[in-house]
């Protein structure tokens, strides 16, 4: 078919609406276009409508998008229509790839950033970090989590940039709202001694304004390293090349010559940057300038998209045409009218119309008992549509939030359904490239033993992982690579190269070295199911060609370094999406799932806590509300609804994990009628119902061989994978600020209390700070003063905690579990005598400590029962929370109940472990590790 052809023949199947949005080449328009309309459609036949009906080039036309797979997808579709080559020179770009055209079009108007280079997102985010680990602040760096604030700076210092807020500025704003809450008559006591000054919670919102002078500190430190270092990053790109079209006529002049026609996809998720990039084309009150979007799918209030812009769109130009897509050609009709009634509140909208006849099913409602019955329940309806023949990619899951999608997924893949967890895709949450880039680890630093013995796991080795797995579980990182040699001699001779070669090699010479030697390559090449695995390698190749690109001098344990630093933080330089999978059900949060669409949708987790919360304040005070409103909620509720084309199910828990009673969402249509379902009393929970036979073999030589601390307990029942990584194959983490700082803390408590002088204690506090393997920068220097404030603070309240009985003693029980023994045993920081009764003490340097923490409360009663068991009854526990305030006592109860409970959570972890029936647990870095060994 000729392009003339297609075109014509693309034009006939347009209604009135579409036809009108595609034939109104002149002048401003704005096409309103709800879910399903064809409004990509609609966009690619005006541009070939532009080309056709005027005397335009190509190149005149300039259409811009939000994401580069929307870029692709347009011009993808205009090659059908016009032909490829012709295509290929209209300008189809995100509005930052614009940006990045302009300056490469027009040099000698960036002449002086001509040397700058454009970072990524991480490296952004590391240029962050480098900037509070160097600035001159105190507040924004606490020394247990220096990095507590990354998050949050990053998005203000993008919300500044994209609003144009300067440093003073902002500054000035900082110490207006300050001096508000100072003069607040509502934070002053009203009486007594103290009225007319500041309540305490008035001084603390006071306070916390001091917080803008040390986020602007740290952005002016980001800013110099910039310069130093001649790097742009994403907000500098846009605003710069804004600002300089708008002060420098010539290029603006050429600009709005070159582009006659401009057209922008989703209008509604602008924010103010790019409205303003859209304004500079519109040199009087009639440009060619298109928009397309949909007031009621912004979605992105939280990232800085401007709804209001959209909605002003026409007193901005007063001649716009508008248009209003209502034909809907992927719904049915009870759909469209259910999600029109979750968002008639959010301002006048035109009905969407179904063009798909039938009757369709009912939009309809799932009532569950709690959240295992609610995922129980969706599980069999799904099983049900994939046995009457629906194919798997035609379901969905939308969820609210990750963590409600990822219960979802593993409730679905025990049940032996193909599940696709779409997203991006981690470097280490899938099994094998967390094996692969713990070999890296090692390579890039010998130290990093904990990463050489999961990199053992890997498959490519040629060796028996039940063997392997004994030699871990018996050897200690000391003898470790002795061993390893004496054992698999051709394993540690591999890892001896490949450790020289990160020497001498580039970043990416030295991957590709082990990636070959280790027999990972080969591995991967031979098993179809590691596709993924594969397309990461490839991105991470090109990751590490592109380092050396940049930096030459960068060593592999360098570039290694930064990918490890990235992880910290949840970040990737590498990363590769998944949306959709043929033969998979689709599991994806609705912010992700826009776009998108599905025969049967499941939309879980209805409840107002779900889908109405507000969300969090920011943790720096910031000029700009970002916080999730009823509306906002609403347009989210309506994109997930209307991705369904046949049937959509909402479903909810009428009563919580802990049993209180949840309220379904205010958001969900009046009138659904209920889809019962039968599921099962007991679900299953597990990714796995059982473990496999070598983690077993292992696990049980482990509990034959060895004692379970009351730590070791609290890993089993938060996560196993956790439990199994750190206590069965022993690897240690690398040591952080939090856990050294608590280290000290006890080494200088136990001192004190078994009678060393006050400089004596001060001194074993100092020797564990010596010891560590934390770099020597600010950060340590504030973590060590932190803690001899602290420990200086605590000192004089020692002795009022009673008289020391025992001190980091350790104390064990044996227990019988179905007739066969394990040893209980743990070190307890201390018991006193006070008032003539014994009390079993540990202390916490942490912030939160709580009585309600089940795993705090499972330890002392542990530990109540090994002194139980060595005669010591104890008759009262206490946390004792120990920071520069001094110590705080918090009692837990440690009576005969509670250490039978605690017992016998210790006896149904050790049959689970033995039978190798696990349970779940939480999410757990080591779930890729405890995958891998299982296969």
């Not at 968002?343 to 009757?359: F, M, P, S």
């Not at 490239?433 to 080795?461: F, H, I, K």
Request: hydrophobic share 45%.
């Amino acid at each position: 078919m000729t392009t003339k052809t297609a075109f014509d023949e693309a034009l006939k199947t347009l209604t009135p609406e579409q036809r009108q949005a595609v034939e109104t080449v002149e002048g401003p328009v704005m096409v309103l276009a709800g879910p399903g309309t064809g409004k990509t459609h609609v966009l690619t036949l005006r541009i070939a409508s532009i080309l056709r009906t005027t005397q335009a080039k190509p190149d005149a036309i300039l259409a811009l998008t939000f994401t580069d797979s929307a870029a692709r997808t347009m011009h993808r579709r205009l090659a059908a229509l016009i032909g490829a080559e012709t295509a290929r020179k209209v300008t189809i770009a995100t509005f930052h790839g614009f940006a990045e055209l302009v300056r490469n079009e027009y040099p000698d108007a960036f002449a002086a950033e001509a040397d700058h280079r454009l970072m990524g997102d991480v490296e952004e985010t590391l240029l962050l970090r480098e900037a509070i680990d160097t600035a001159d602040i105190d507040m924004l760096r606490p020394a247990k989590a220096p990095y507590t604030y990354l998050r949050d700076l990053r998005a203000l210092y993008d919300a500044l940039r994209r609003e144009g807020v300067t440093l003073n500025m902002y500054r000035a704003w900082g110490a207006r709202a300050a001096q508000e809450l100072a003069a607040d008559e509502s934070l002053k006591y009203k009486r007594g001694e103290h009225a007319g000054e500041l309540t305490k919670a008035g001084q603390e919102k006071v306070v916390r304004f001091e917080k803008v002078e040390e986020a602007a500190r740290i952005f002016e430190r980001y800013q110099e390293l910039k310069d130093e270092r001649r790097l742009t990053d994403f907000s500098d790109m846009l605003t710069g090349v804004i600002e300089r079209i708008e002060g420098d006529e010539a290029l603006r002049s050429d600009l709005q010559e070159r582009y006659q026609y401009l057209l922008a996809d989703e209008h509604q998720d602008a924010n103010a940057l790019q409205h303003r990039l859209l304004e500079l084309f519109a040199y009087d009150d009639h440009p060619n300038l298109f928009v397309v979007g949909d007031e009621k799918q912004a979605i992105y209030r939280f990232q800085g998209a401007e709804i209001g812009a959209f909605k002003t769109f026409t007193d901005t130009f007063p001649r716009a045409v508008v248009i209003t897509l209502t034909s809907s050609f992927r719904s049915y009709q009870h759909i469209l009218d259910a999600a029109h009634e979750v968002v008639a509140n959010t301002g006048e909208h035109a009905a969407l119309t179904a063009t798909r006849t039938g009757v369709g099913k009912q939009v309809s409602r799932i009532v569950a008992d709690d959240p295992l019955d609610e995922r129980a329940k969706v599980a069999a309806l799904i099983e049900r549509h994939i046995a009457s023949g629906v194919p798997p990619h035609e379901i969905a899951i939308i969820a609210r939030t990750n963590d409600t999608a990822d219960l979802f997924a593993s409730v679905l893949t025990a049940r032996g359904l193909s599940v696709l967890r779409a997203g991006d895709l981690s470097l280490t949450e899938r099994p094998v490239m967390r094996a692969l880039m713990a070999l890296m680890s090692y390579v890039a630093d010998p130290t990093q033993l904990g990463s050489l013995r999961e990199a053992l796991l890997a498959p490519w080795w040629g060796v028996s992982t039940t063997e392997l797995l004994k030699l871990l579980r018996m050897t200690n990182d000391k003898d470790l690579i002795t061993n390893i040699a004496h054992v698999y001699p051709d394993t540690a001779a591999v890892l001896t190269h490949c450790v020289r070669e990160s020497l001498v090699q580039t970043p990416a010479a030295c991957f590709s070295y082990v990636f070959t030697q280790s027999g990972a390559r080969d591995y991967f090449l031979a098993h179809a199911e590691h596709l993924d695995d594969i397309a990461l390698v490839r991105a991470l190749m090109m990751h590490l060609e592109s380092v050396a690109q940049f930096t030459e001098a960068a060593t592999f344990a360098e570039t290694f370094a930064v990918l490890e630093k990235a992880r910290e933080h949840g970040l990737s330089p590498v990363k590769i999406s998944v949306t959709e999978r043929e033969g998979f059900i689709t599991i994806i949060t609705a912010h992700k799932a826009k776009g998108m669409e599905f025969r049967y949708v499941f939309i879980p987790d209805c409840t107002e806590n779900a889908w109405e919360k507000g969300g969090k304040a920011t943790m720096i005070p910031s000029p700009f509300e970002n916080k999730q409103t009823l509306d906002d909620a609403r347009r989210l509720f309506y994109v997930a609804l209307t991705r369904a084309k046949d049937h959509a199910y909402l479903s909810y828990a009428s009563t919580s994990a802990e049993g209180r009673e949840r309220h379904a969402t205010n958001l969900m249509p009046t009138g659904l009628l209920e889809t019962k379902v039968k599921s099962e009393s007991l679900p299953l929970l597990h990714t796995t119902s059982m473990a496999s036979g070598k983690i077993r073999e292992l696990t049980e030589y482990y509990l034959a061989t060895d004692s379970l601390s009351p730590s070791a307990v609290n890993d089993y029942l938060e996560s196993p994978a956790l439990f199994f990584a750190r206590r069965v194959l022993r690897i240690h983490e690398p040591p952080v600020p939090a856990l050294i700082y608590g280290n000290a803390m006890h080494a200088a408590l136990a001192a004190a209390l078994s009678g060393a002088s006050e400089d004596e204690a001060h001194a074993t506090l100092a020797r564990v700070f010596e010891r560590s393997l934390l770099p020597r920068d600010a950060i340590f220097e504030k973590l060590h003063r932190e803690a001899r404030a602290a420990f200086t603070a605590i000192l004089p309240e020692l002795a009022t905690l009673g008289t020391p009985t025992h001190v980091e003693k350790i104390f064990s029980l044996v227990r019988y579990v179905d007739d066969t023994s394990v040893t209980l045993a743990g070190k307890i920081d201390a018991v006193f005598t006070r008032g003539g009764q014994l009390l079993v003490a540990d202390f916490k340097t942490g912030s939160n400590v709580s009585a309600k923490n089940e795993a705090y409360a499972r330890q002392l009663a542990l530990y109540a029962a090994m002194l139980a068991a060595h005669k010591e009854p104890v008759e009262s526990g206490e946390l004792l929370a120990v920071s520069d305030k001094g110590i705080k006592r918090v009692p837990v109860p440690v009576g005969k109940m509670e250490q039978d409970a605690a017992l016998a959570e210790l006896d149904s972890m050790v049959r689970e472990l033995r039978l190798g029936e696990w349970r779940k647990g939480a999410a757990s870095d080591y779930d890729a590790l405890l995958a891998l060994v299982a296969t």
